[in-house]
């Protein structure tokens, strides 16, 4: 029998559609694909209510990478007693989170505790290291973690049955439109790294997908292949606008002005935008396409 997904709203800065949790149960067991940030525990604990759970009934979390929207509220549910499942390269940020912390607050500022709200440590013996190919058994789900790359390098995506759990590499896409936007932030963008991603994932041949930012569409072929597209106009873009080196501003006006353009060709209305902009900043994808550009692609000669 095929297991029921229900797509929690995290309500992230009061939006629909800009984080979701995604929750199952069998039996005593109550897992959650993405915990988000701690800011979003009230919407997680209302979500879970409405489904007569609170946060408590949570024994296993299973993160798809470490950023604050997808992570940051492990260390909560963990005192509250789950068991709490991450990528190798995101566990010693998980167990001490200082550096996360201090990296987050030089780009947000004021704005943390408000945006993210607190990230608690996980406890070391709540903390599951998942491998690449790994096949974790919760309760009788059957999960399959898949090592994949591009947005960040501590990033997995979770198989279930038909559905893949994509975090962020299936990029950023809001229920009503036909309109997708991929996340690029710094520092671990690599866009090769993310083509070879696509590749494995496409050979899954799940049938669902379910992206953290948001819902579940049973067109993974059309998703994939809009996340390429736009990987393939970021890169002309880069290589049209990177040779002069502006200034980070420019750059980042310049990126904006091209998506907002996009938007309004595509009919998306304001509410719309709003959520694709909290669930992807667009100036932290100018910055990540630059850092790529300065470390990677300059590096390798590749540009």
Not at 108 to 134: I, K
Not at 147 to 172: K, M, R
């Amino acid at each position: 029998m095929a297991v029921t997904i229900h797509t929690l709203d995290l309500n992230f800065q009061g939006k629909t559609h800009a984080i979701a949790s995604y929750l199952m149960r069998d039996g005593d067991v109550v897992a959650l694909v993405e915990s988000g940030p701690g800011s979003t525990l009230p919407a997680l604990e209302a979500g879970l209510s409405s489904h007569g759970l609170s946060l408590r009934h949570v024994t296993h979390v299973l993160l798809t990478h470490i950023h604050l929207d997808h992570a940051g509220a492990a260390g909560r549910l963990a005192a509250y007693g789950a068991q709490v499942y991450v990528h190798p390269l995101g566990a010693p940020h998980l167990l001490n989170p200082e550096k996360l912390i201090a990296s987050a607050t030089r780009i947000y500022g004021e704005r943390m505790e408000s945006l993210w709200g607190e990230f608690l440590p996980v406890p070391q013996d709540q903390l599951h290291v998942v491998n690449d190919a790994q096949e974790l058994a919760v309760g009788n789900l059957r999960f399959v973690a898949l090592a994949t790359p591009g947005h960040a390098e501590h990033h997995h995506a979770y198989l279930l049955e038909d559905i893949c759990f994509s975090g962020d590499v299936g990029g950023v896409r809001i229920p009503g439109y036909p309109y997708l936007r991929v996340p690029m932030p710094p520092p671990e963008l690599h866009i090769e790294k993310w083509r070879a991603t696509l590749k494995r994932l496409r050979e899954q041949k799940f049938s669902r997908i379910a992206p953290t930012h948001f819902g579940i569409y049973d067109d993974p072929v059309w998703q994939l292949h809009e996340v390429e597209k736009n990987l393939d106009a970021a890169e002309r873009w880069l290589k049209q606008t990177m040779p002069s080196d502006p200034p980070v501003e420019e750059l980042r006006a310049s990126f904006t002005a091209w998506m907002e353009e996009e938007a309004r060709q595509q009919g998306l209305d304001a509410d719309v935008i709003k959520a694709y902009e909290l669930a992807n900043p667009l100036g932290m994808s100018a910055d990540g396409l630059q850092r790529y550009w300065k470390k990677v692609v300059n590096t390798s000669g590749s540009g």
